[in-house]
């Protein structure tokens, strides 16, 4: 049973340009969340998809969008990359039905903006 | 606002030495406290859930407890393995309010 996965595990962009991460939730999951965590601190939330809506989100700019498909998987894409947008992002799932708030998450995409 | 602070922020133990981490929060309508381990550029692992006060769920050389104000992870005679980031995150309305962890690294 394969769990959450997350692409690609790292890279790096300049200033002003725009990424796209993908996250395929575990098996049976149909929630995925967003989280961006910078060196040293705790995850900080960004949005939180399902049925292929954003049903909450986090204190982040408009920069930040998602995008969850049929099959449950999801994109975060950030535009106008800043210095500060450099951190660890991590795609959790968990089961809408029965959930009892515990989180899977994948291993992260590393990003770094030069 | 909803917050959760932890302390410390790192913990030096030797094998064997016991030790708790500590997770105060302020969250209205606490859904629930839970404890996730991080390892270096990994993504957390989940470990504990506890909802009401009074609450104590254990694991392995772990337990959590918790009170309305607080969670702690008391550590038991810890081995090098269980060196990791430990996370605290309160749960209210679909969302994760996580600390920043506190680094534990246990010395053989």
């Known amino acids: 049973d394969a769990g959450v996965t997350q692409s690609p595990t790292h890279l790096i962009k300049t200033r002003g340009q725009q990424v796209t991460l993908r996250c395929s939730p575990k098996s049976g999951h149909d929630t995925v969340s967003w989280y961006q965590q910078a060196l040293g601190q705790g995850p900080q939330f960004i949005f939180q998809y399902y049925e292929e809506e954003e049903r909450q989100r986090g204190n982040f700019p408009d920069r930040f969008s998602g995008h969850q498909f049929p099959n449950y998987s999801s994109e975060l894409n950030v535009n106008a990359l800043l210095l500060g947008d450099s951190a660890l992002y991590l795609c959790a799932s968990s089961p809408r039905q029965g959930a009892k708030g515990e989180l899977f998450f994948g291993e992260g995409s590393r990003l770094t903006v030069l | 606002e909803d917050q959760v602070t932890q302390s410390p922020e790192a913990l030096r133990l030797q094998e064997g030495e016991s030790s708790s981490l500590n997770c105060s929060y302020t969250v209205s309508g606490l859904r629930g406290l839970f404890w996730y381990r991080q390892d270096p550029g990994k993504g957390p692992e989940f470990l504990f859930t506890l909802y009401s006060a009074g609450e104590e769920k254990e694991k392995e050389r772990l337990k959590a407890t918790l009170t309305k104000k607080e969670s702690f992870l008391h550590i038991t005679a810890p081995k090098p393995e269980d060196s990791a980031t430990y996370l605290c995150?309160?749960?209210?309305?679909?969302?994760?309010?996580f600390g920043s962890g506190t680094k534990l690294n246990v010395k053989p």
């Open positions: 995150a309160s749960y209210n309305f679909n969302k994760f309010y």
